[in-house]
């Protein structure tokens, strides 16, 4: 029975943060006056894989990542792949730095956060222009970093919430 | 009894490898995804509508709640100006009336003038108004996503789609009951136009900003600043003389262009069907 409950449990710790993501990135697709939003479609994507990955990875991975890179490139007619590779680049980073930096530590984790976005919207802005071949503008992706960053802890407290009330591993799991 | 830990070690890093190289496979994939897409085959197009036939309906249900907001608001608004919108439709409405009987003689005319220089009229189309349930418009592409409901047989990818400015794009996927339009600010979107005025050709090139480019203008092109540019037809894709954009700047080596709609005035917009491909009785009278 205990094993069973596991067994469910250990599912639910790998749906719900992509699941969390989607359901949260649906809100900002939606079409609004304001040009603004259009800047941060894809704020949900990049703050809660970084989030995810960084304070859960025992219940976030690789395969979780493409297929929300999938889902983001199809949702934004972008080529597909392009997310893909941004977001396995965002994976890649906040797993590996997040072993150096104390990420408990929200002004830390922001600064993590930072850091590891601007490498990957660079890395994006540069994948794109090459597969266009032509330059992207960078203006405008700059400025959809900065919103990105700005954005953090306001999603941020969103995954915290779904991660305190859903995926709470030690209250779930049972011993068997 | 002595500890084994040396197997235990080369266990761990096996492990460790596998996962390094996992991460790596992933990354392989999508750099081939990146590839295969550039290459246009089918498997590509038959995964994104997949993932398309999944998502839009969820958006689709997430943009409920709003759109009923925005029809309040809008309902409101409406009623707030109501005399006002009722005195300018009326001046409208008398100034239509006058042109009405002119626009009549003027269409006589034209038809007289047609069958005498017989000339051949351009398929008719059939249009589809859609409902826009998504946007997505930043330095990475310019697309929207339409609801079609039931009229997704007779969409098909390509044909265009604009709004009362004129054109906005082009449909790109059609999976289920919507459709994704790539606007003609997309990186990837290229149109042929030609102006209205001087009736020089040029190929109308989005970047994901509201500047286009227009390239391939001839030599001694006469273009000006303010001046309308219209869909060519070249090519068979689009219906021709659609207002696609205005020439912002016209200068020796480079002009741009502004599109004539604004992606926030993006709500319903209309479907061209335009197939040039004969008919069955044509097909065989050319025969």
Redesign the interface.
């Known amino acids: 029975m205990a094993e069973t409950k596991n067994f469910y449990a250990s599912i639910i710790s790998y749906t719900i943060p992509p699941i969390s993501i989607?359901l949260i990135d649906?809100?900002f697709?939606?079409?609004?006056?304001?040009?603004f939003w259009?800047?941060i479609?894809?704020v949900p994507f990049y703050t809660g894989i970084y989030f995810w990955s960084s304070q859960r990875p025992d219940a976030f991975n690789?395969?979780s990542?493409?297929l929300l890179?999938?889902?983001a490139?199809?949702?934004?007619?972008?080529?597909?792949?392009?997310n893909?590779?941004t977001f396995?680049c965002l994976?890649?980073l906040a797993t590996r730095l997040s072993t150096y930096i104390n990420v408990k530590r929200f002004s830390y984790s922001w600064l993590l956060f930072a850091l590891s976005i601007t490498l990957s919207i660079m890395f994006?802005?540069l994948?794109?222009s090459i597969?266009?071949r032509?330059w992207?503008?960078l203006n405008?992706?700059l400025?959809?970093l900065l919103l990105t960053i700005t954005i953090y802890p306001l999603l941020a407290r969103y995954y915290i919430w779904v991660e305190r009330r859903y995926i709470h591993l030690e209250d779930r799991y049972e011993k068997i | 009894m002595k500890r084994q830990r040396v197997l235990f070690l080369k266990e761990n890093y096996v492990l460790r490898v596998l996962k390094s190289f996992?991460?790596a496979g992933?990354?392989i994939?999508?750099?081939?995804?990146?590839?295969?897409?550039?290459i246009d085959i089918t498997i590509?197009s038959s995964?994104?509508q997949g993932?398309?036939y999944v998502?839009a309906p969820?958006?689709h249900?997430?943009?409920l709640p709003?759109e009923g907001l925005s029809y309040g608001y809008k309902k409101i608004a409406e009623i707030m100006y109501i005399y006002e919108e009722n005195e300018r439709l009326r001046q409208e409405n008398s100034e239509l009336y006058l042109l009405k009987d002119r626009l009549r003689a003027l269409q006589t005319e034209n038809r007289i003038f047609k069958k005498l220089l017989h000339h051949i009229d351009i398929p008719q189309t059939i249009s589809y108004t859609a409902r826009?349930?998504?946007?997505?418009?930043?330095?990475?592409?310019?697309?929207l996503?339409l609801y079609i409901g039931n009229a997704s047989d007779f969409i098909k990818s390509g044909y265009a789609v604009v709004n009362a400015s004129g054109l906005i794009g082009r449909i790109?996927i059609v999976s289920g009951k919507y459709a994704?339009v790539?606007l003609i600010t997309?990186?990837?979107s290229k149109i042929p136009v030609v102006s209205q005025k001087s009736r020089d050709r040029g190929i109308l090139v989005g970047?994901?900003?509201r500047k286009m480019n227009l390239i391939f203008p001839p030599l001694m092109a006469e273009l000006h600043k303010d001046d309308i540019l219209v869909t060519s037809g070249s090519g068979g894709g689009l219906p021709p003389d659609i207002p696609v954009a205005k020439i912002k700047r016209a200068g020796v080596d480079t002009i741009t262009a502004i599109p004539l709609f604004s992606?926030?005035e993006?709500?319903i917009v209309k479907i061209i069907a335009y197939d040039i491909s004969p008919d069955e009785k044509t097909a065989k009278e050319l025969e």
């Open positions: 989607i649906l809100l697709y939606i079409p609004r006056s304001s040009d259009n800047f479609r894809l690789g395969i990542v493409f890179g999938i889902i490139d199809v949702m934004s007619a972008n080529p597909l792949g392009i893909v590779m396995l994976y890649f994006k802005f994948i794109t597969f266009n032509m992207i503008p405008a992706a400025l959809e | 996992f991460l992933l990354f994939i999508a750099l081939l995804l990146i590839l295969v897409h550039k590509v995964v994104s993932v398309m998502s969820l958006i249900i997430a943009t709003a826009v349930i998504a946007e997505n418009n930043n330095a990475f592409s310019n697309s996503l790109d994704r790539t997309d990186i990837n970047n994901n900003t992606p926030s993006l709500e």
